[in-house]
């Protein structure tokens, strides 16, 4: 159905040309699933991106060509290829923030694309529409259809994306990074989901993520792509049995394991090179000692009957006829030099929990005590310099970025507000240090977040948070947008931070897997209450509820 012939993709041109993608093949035949799996930057997202014509107006393809159905699409018009696009070839984009209009409803937007396609009635488009969303699991599909974008969590934004991409029942379907903000159990209906329809209606389905995991359960096949090219490429349990490239092998040691618990994760660049890495084991006994140490302090940050209330509907009169509670009586302490892990699923509470904590978000009732501070009684001002102590990475690089400052000046801003380091110079070491430590290079200080991919962006956010050094950092999806082996480097930062600093860190995160591996404890959250609280590896292992067993028996294996 779909054939890629050594299609070269580069930016520029004469001196200053760049090969993004260097003569990559692939073909896809219907009711088949070709993963594609590589870090960010290695030409994934560029390759779908030519089979749609959506390139960049700065990418040329140089070469090669991509035939769908005996058509060579990139000979094609704009106006011809719009009849393929959203109807025979479909794509969910890696950014749904992004990607969906943010003045336009979320129902709508799935209406126009089936309007435009279907020639059907606006009645019966919302029908379809709502259908959608009760198949990709949204939950409460009428209010949805009529929320903005910015009115959803990420991971329900995401869950639209993907109901736009199947409205129309595509012969080829482009998942791009499709389940990165979502969380395990909807992960795992989702994968469900387009291998159903995948079988339907023989649907081709190419599908790019750096979760070898997920890779391992939606694909037939998966191609390894390293700087533009492909390394390996094979049958799935052939690569994941006996990989024979290098690179391939350092993807899969990257993750953190299920079975033990490393002191630090292996990187890419261990393999690369033929290094040895480390494979110390942090055993129970120590793990123990270091327990009994920081639970004999005082908490740093007591959480006590926190409820957050929002406004679903008011009468004519202003008083509110429904409301839900996306914080409701939440109690916790967190203590110094501990991580904190807070798992559940999109749109449990979680990032209302951290926002209301940082007071970005007034809560409806309740006390947060920080260092023995009440963080609610605190004025506009003394919020403000608490701010450099207490901070956050937020869950969506792209909007948490200004688009008009340079990278290297909205890490250095944060610097000068608090007058930190003296002078500009000064600051500028500092952010070139932060940009090395967290995988970035020098050179990197003088370019825009739009120069960058999804994860390197999230790299830059983490960097603008560590600039003040502060003592409690609340890491809101920190690792979500990244590929697996930058995600084990910035773990590896985070933990060798906590140990030179002494942060204290909450770690969200829906990847259960990456949170047991960093964190002392492991909260669960569920329709906004707690709803189980222990050791981690405890929780992990042995757990209580039945939410939680739900959660980490759909962790991909």
């Known amino acids: 159905m779909l054939e890629i012939n050594n299609i070269t993709i580069g930016f520029g041109s004469g001196s200053t040309e760049v090969i993004a993608v260097k003569d990559v093949s692939l073909s896809v035949n219907r009711n088949q699933s070709i993963g594609i799996v590589g870090e960010s930057g290695s030409g994934k997202s560029l390759t779908a991106l030519a089979i749609m014509k959506l390139l960049p107006p700065q990418a040329n393809v140089l070469g090669g060509n991509i035939v769908f159905d005996g058509v060579d699409l990139q000979k094609l018009t704009n106006k011809e290829i719009r009849k393929y696009r959203g109807n025979r070839i479909s794509m969910i984009f890696q950014e749904p923030m992004t990607a969906l209009n943010p003045v336009i409803r979320c129902g709508k937007q799935i209406v126009e694309i089936i309007r435009l396609h279907q020639k059907t009635s606006k009645v019966e488009a919302k029908k379809q529409t709502i259908d959608l969303f009760e198949k990709v699991n949204l939950p409460r599909p009428e209010n949805i259809f009529s929320s903005y974008p910015h009115q959803l969590s990420g991971g329900q934004k995401q869950r639209i994306m993907i109901a736009m991409a199947i409205a129309n029942k595509p012969d080829l379907l482009i998942a791009d990074e499709p389940t990165t903000a979502l969380d ?49 490429h094979g049958k799935i349990n052939d690569i994941f049995n006996n990989p024979q490239d290098p690179y391939t092998k350092g993807l899969m040691a990257c993750r953190p394991p299920t079975d033990i618990r490393l002191e630090r994760l292996p990187v890419i660049e261990d393999f690369m090179d033929g290094h040895s890495f480390d494979t110390s084991m942090n055993s129970n006994s120590v793990r123990a ?60 509470g979680k990032t209302t929990l951290s926002r209301s904590i940082l007071r970005l978000i007034e809560p409806s009732n309740g006390s947060i005590y920080y260092d023995e501070n009440d963080i609610l009684a605190l004025s506009s001002s003394e919020i403000r310099k608490q701010r450099k102590d207490i901070n956050i990475v937020f869950q969506d690089p792209y909007s948490s970025l200004n688009p008009r400052i340079s990278i290297g000046n909205a890490i250095m801003e944060p610097m000068k507000v608090h007058g930190l380091h003296g002078n500009n110079n000064s600051r500028k070491e500092q952010v070139l240090l932060l940009l090395e430590k967290v995988g970035l290079k020098k050179e990197h200080f003088n370019r825009y977040p739009h120069e960058f991919s999804g994860g390197q962006r999230q790299r830059i956010v983490i960097a603008r948070t560590l600039a003040l050094n502060p003592k409690f950092i609340i890491c809101d999806e920190a690792v979500s947008a990244l590929d697996v082996s930058v995600q084990a480097k910035v773990l590896n930062l985070l933990n060798d931070l906590k140990k030179e600093f002494g942060f204290t860190y909450i770690f969200i995160s829906h990847d259960l897997n990456v949170v047991r591996f960093m964190s002392d404890r492991i909260m669960v959250m569920k329709d906004g209450r707690i709803v189980e609280l222990g050791d981690a590896d405890e929780v992990y292992n042995n757990p209580s509820s039945d939410y939680t067993k739900r959660l980490i028996a759909s962790i991909p294996k």
């Open 184 to 232: 395990v159990t909807v992960q795992k209906e989702i994968i469900s989901l387009l291998n159903d329809l995948r079988k339907e209606y023989g649907m081709g389905l190419i599908f790019i993520s750096h979760d070898l995991g997920v890779i391992k359960e939606v694909a037939d096949e998966v191609a390894v792509m390293y700087k533009g090219q492909i390394v390996e």
């Open 289 to 348: 000692a270091q327990h009994e140490k920081i639970y004999k302090q005082e908490p740093i940050l007591s959480v006590d009957h926190l409820d957050k209330e929002y406004s679903l509907s008011k009468n004519i009169w202003g008083k509110t006829t429904s409301s839900l509670f996306a914080v409701d009586d939440v109690n916790f302490k967190v203590y110094p030099g501990e991580t904190l892990g807070l798992v559940g699923e999109s749109g449990c």
